[in-house]
């Protein structure tokens, strides 16, 4: 595990690569939760990671999905909606420093979720397309989902 020191490094001279999913219910709501931690706090966002070194995508994909959402990627078929790049003038660590995320993007539909983490998000709305479109605290990257 890499030390805050090194990861700060990281950061401030390399882009991140994260996973994030679009979780769908039965009547195509988007699940989003208000993120706790910089970048975008206090925005509603959808739910991910980054990969770490050597993860394999289909490991990042799996450890992710349990830790931030509770589910098994066995149970899902994650459909890849391409990539997309997330710029931020902030980072977790520190206002000075901006975080760049190549981000891959991957949609599941899913029945139902329960006990949602509390650790990047702390409350989570199921949104219409139109209601994330038109909100002022979603975050533009996460409208960019579904341009």
Avoid: C
Wanted: charged share 30%; proline share 3%.
């Amino acid at each position: 595990m890499l030390t805050l020191e090194t990861f700060k490094i990281i950061i401030e001279n390399t882009p991140l690569i994260s996973i994030d999913f679009i979780i769908r219910d039965s009547e195509s709501r988007v699940l989003l939760g208000k993120r706790v931690n910089k970048p975008a706090f206090d925005f509603l966002f959808t739910l991910g990671g980054r990969v770490y070194k050597d993860e394999k995508l289909e490991n990042a994909k799996k450890r992710i999905l349990k830790d931030e959402i509770g589910l098994n990627l066995e149970d899902y078929n994650p459909k890849f909606l391409g990539v997309f790049e997330h710029f931020y003038n902030d980072s977790f660590m520190d206002d000075n420093i901006t975080t760049h995320y190549v981000n891959l993007a991957y949609e599941i539909n899913v029945s139902h979720i329960q006990d949602l983490p509390k650790k990047q998000h702390n409350e989570y709305l199921w949104l219409s397309l139109d209601e994330i479109m038109n909100s002022s605290t979603v975050h533009k990257y996460v409208k960019d989902y579904f341009k």
